[in-house]
């Protein structure tokens, strides 16, 4: 079964500083975790992909208005409290795998080394429609 992570950053709650404030040794260890968790999926035949994020800033949300024409609302979004940094999709055997996945990427070294603790969000990934519908 395949699985989406998703990791969320929110401001709310936390007790390190955005990573804009980090030192270039600590995003350096923090990318290198994110790298070592990939070859660890790709080790265990469970990698499909995964990606950082862009920031808010980066981001636009865009919706259909009239005659299917975009519309695009552009950032920064100074009001945001939280966005997705990244993602996973896995292809695991069991739910609790997943689960146990998502723990490990919650540990990614933050400032000092300490781990982030940040939520990951495990979603299946439907391949088709549930039966009853």
């Known amino acids: 079964m395949k699985y989406m992570l998703l990791m969320q950053f929110s401001a709310a709650g936390t007790d390190f500083p955005g990573i804009e404030t980090w030192t270039p040794e600590e995003v350096e260890a923090h990318l290198a975790f994110m790298g ?3 070859d660890k999926l790709t080790a265990a035949g469970e990698w499909v992909d ?3 994020l862009g920031g808010p800033q ?3 949300i865009v919706r259909a208005g009239e ?3 975009p519309v695009v609302t552009e950032g920064p979004f100074a009001e945001t409290k939280e ?5 996973w999709i896995v292809d695991c ?3 609790q795998r997943a689960v ?3 723990a490990y990427i919650s540990t990614a070294p933050g400032p000092g080394g300490r781990p982030l603790n ?3 969000e495990v979603h299946p990934v439907m391949s088709a429609p549930p039966q009853e519908l």
Request: negative net charge; aromatic residues 8%.
């Open 93 to 95: 055997d069991s739910p």
């Open 83 to 87: 966005f997705l940094a990244g993602f």
């Open 118 to 120: 940040m939520p990951i």
């Open 58 to 60: 980066q981001a636009r």
């Open 36 to 38: 070592e968790v990939n």
């Open 100 to 102: 146990e996945l998502a």
């Open 67 to 69: 005659g299917g024409a």
């Open 50 to 52: 995964g990606q950082g």
